[in-house]
């Protein structure tokens, strides 16, 4: 249990790597074999999907806590029940999405009557196909989350990584075969097929030997439904802030700023979704020590400290990074000629999402206590005091406020603050935890402003300011690492 956080932390953040990367290549060869109208009418069927997809309401997430708990104080009967209400609440989402996307794909189509008729047919067929991609989607993450909270993040992200790459290869294949919309549809409902299969397999070997058995507890599913809708909650807070800002920018400042303000923000949101994987594995954790009710109390300081670690690590060392690199990138986002004047405000967006990344912890703490209530309040809270500042921002100062309204976000500290303190942990101890990263982050910000834009010198920074983290890691978590070396002795 001692290193289980960083193990698994490693495997999602090897996936995860594998997975942005993949999707980084693939999408500008797409657009070339495709041409982008037609590639516009894919992005248009997907994105059908993916809404639809998040009919999942949370389920994943208490599929993996309820689990985590259950196994944690040993019962059986309890697993059960937990298992019955997730897979069967899962089943029927999945059977209404199927339903919806079917009955749903015309009067969708009618919303957008500049599509050609037969444009309108095509992406009619594919939103039906995606009725499969959607069920197949939506039944694996009940899986996944009892592979979650049995600990088999190797098992997971090695089945993950192979449905990514045979996903998106494949992809291309279809398309260089000739396929079209349609196609890429039916290629991803099949994809669906053969890794619901697989992680089929893998569930069904973890629980062969736990004599499980359909049981039906209203307690139960009261507890798991309520939790779930919770979590519906949380989701809808991170739309709002990550979809919704793009509304009102492009409503008040227009198409062309909207493409700056989105070219950044797509750029600088990848330190929170990447942050976050790292350290994820410390939800089925808390639920397991919580559902064994007799906590010790220095082993959970020992996980919540690695935990804070290597989420302050990868959310700092990131945006240190961006801003580092930063005239090069803009540079790839934008003409040469424009790049400079976006400069501060590409740092501004780094520095705002590298702090408010941190908080991974925190909102894992609640999740993990089930404190799932407080925790969707605080994300719908720091939504829309961050939509409000960037609408004023916008209003008065154009890009640049609207880059800045974006501190509202640093509202979400407020897990941090609740999931500490449910924990008997203070914030101070939180924050002795992280303080060198913070200070050493903030000069690196302000010495990276002087920096001419040589790329040579920036190298030689970039190397220097990573091996003075990583020395700062390695110092920190002594205990651990030991711990590791120790277990792989004992293995030989």
């Not at 227009?254 to 994820?280: K, R």
Request: glycine share 8%.
């Amino acid at each position: 249990m001692k290193n289980s956080i960083l193990k698994n932390g490693f495997y999602n953040s090897i996936a995860g790597l594998i997975k942005i990367g993949l999707g980084i290549l693939i999408i500008p060869i797409l657009i070339h074999l495709l041409g982008i109208e037609e590639y516009g009418l894919w992005t248009l069927a997907s994105a059908v999907v993916v809404v639809v997809t998040l009919a999942e309401a949370g389920l994943s997430t208490a599929t993996t806590v309820f689990v985590s708990q259950d196994l944690g104080k040993k019962d059986v009967d309890g697993l059960s029940q937990t298992l019955t209400v997730t897979f069967g609440a899962m089943l029927i989402l999945a059977t209404l999405a199927v339903v919806a996307l079917w009955m749903g794909a015309e009067p969708i189509m009618n919303l957008f009557p500049k599509l050609g008729q037969f444009q309108q047919l095509k992406v009619i067929q594919a939103i039906r196909i995606g009725g499969l991609v959607v069920a197949t989607r939506l039944l694996q993450q009940i899986l996944i989350g009892v592979e979650q909270a049995h600990q088999r993040y190797d098992l997971m992200n090695v089945l993950n990584t192979i449905q990514s790459v045979l996903l998106n290869v494949g992809m291309l294949i279809v398309v260089w075969l000739g396929g079209r919309t349609v196609e890429l549809m039916q290629w991803q409902g099949g994809i669906g097929i053969v890794s619901l299969l697989g992680h089929i397999w893998i569930v069904r070997s973890l629980l062969q030997n736990m004599n499980l058995r359909l049981s039906w507890n209203q307690n139960k599913a009261v507890a798991v439904v309520s939790y779930s809708l919770m979590m519906w909650l949380n989701t809808l807070g991170s739309i709002l802030f990550s979809r919704g800002d793009r509304l009102i920018v492009g409503s008040l400042l227009g198409t062309q700023v909207l493409g700056v303000y989105a070219g950044i923000t797509d750029i600088t949101a990848q330190i929170n979704s990447f942050s976050a994987l790292p350290v994820q594995p410390l939800l089925p954790t808390l639920s397991n020590l919580i559902g064994q009710q007799n906590i010790n109390q220095h082993q959970l300081e020992q996980q919540l400290k690695q935990a804070t670690q290597i989420n302050g690590l990868v959310a700092l060392g990131m945006g240190a990074t961006l801003i580092t690199f930063s005239p090069l990138i803009l540079k790839l986002l934008f003409s040469e000629q424009t790049a400079s004047q976006y400069l501060i405000t590409f740092c501004i967006a780094t520095v705002i999402y590298a702090l408010y990344s941190c908080h991974a912890v925190g909102y894992y703490c609640l999740l993990g206590t089930n404190a799932v209530k407080a925790c969707a309040l605080i994300q719908l809270l720091s939504s829309f005091v961050s939509l409000g500042l960037i609408t004023i921002g916008a209003y008065n100062f154009g890009l640049t406020g609207a880059i800045l309204g974006n501190f509202g976000y640093l509202t979400t500290f407020l897990v941090t603050v609740f999931g500490m303190k449910r924990l008997s942990v203070s914030y101070s101890l939180w924050f002795k935890w992280l303080w060198f990263p913070l200070v050493w982050f903030f000069v690196l910000v302000l010495l990276n402003f002087n920096l001419p834009n040589d790329y040579l010198l920036r190298c030689i920074i970039f190397s220097m300011q990573t091996t003075i983290i990583l020395i700062w890691f390695t110092i920190s978590n002594n205990y651990n690492f030991s711990a590791i070396k120790k277990y792989i002795l004992a293995k030989k």
